[in-house]
Nanobody, 127 residues
């Protein structure tokens, strides 16, 4: 069992930045791919980005590429999502999740590849 708690969300103006954190407890954190997803009002949850267990590989949705950066500190059992140049369309509840397969299988963008999810943190970007 893995428990995840996201933090760092809030209200920010367009063009601003936020850094989300996801703290994990339970089973060995460093073994797993970690993903970030988001869900905007009235929309389905979508993939934002993922990071391999060692932190050496990352990938992002086209909509956030070049603006968002995922990192992890396995010693602290924490994964981060640095969000820069925020846009109103980035407004959503952001979730972190623990993957069940190796990052290098290439399925990290699929929700069903993740076994544990945090409760989410709200990010609101005003125009």
């Amino acid at each position: 069992q893995v428990h995840l708690i996201e933090s760092g969300g809030g209200l920010v103006q367009a063009g601003g930045s936020l850094k989300l954190s996801c703290a994990a407890s339970g089973r060995t954190f460093s073994w797993y791919t970690m993903g970030w997803f988001r869900q905007a009002p009235g929309k389905e949850r979508e993939f934002v980005g993922a990071i391999s267990w060692g932190g050496g590989s990352t990938d992002y949705a086209d909509s956030v590429k070049g603006r968002f950066t995922i990192s992890r500190d396995n010693a602290k059992n924490t994964v981060y999502l640095q969000m820069n140049s925020l846009k109103p369309e980035d407004t959503a509840v952001y979730y972190c999740a623990v993957g069940t397969s190796s990052y290098y299988r290439g399925r990290y963008y699929q929700e069903n590849e993740y076994a544990y999810w945090g409760q989410g943190t709200q990010v609101t970007v005003s125009s």
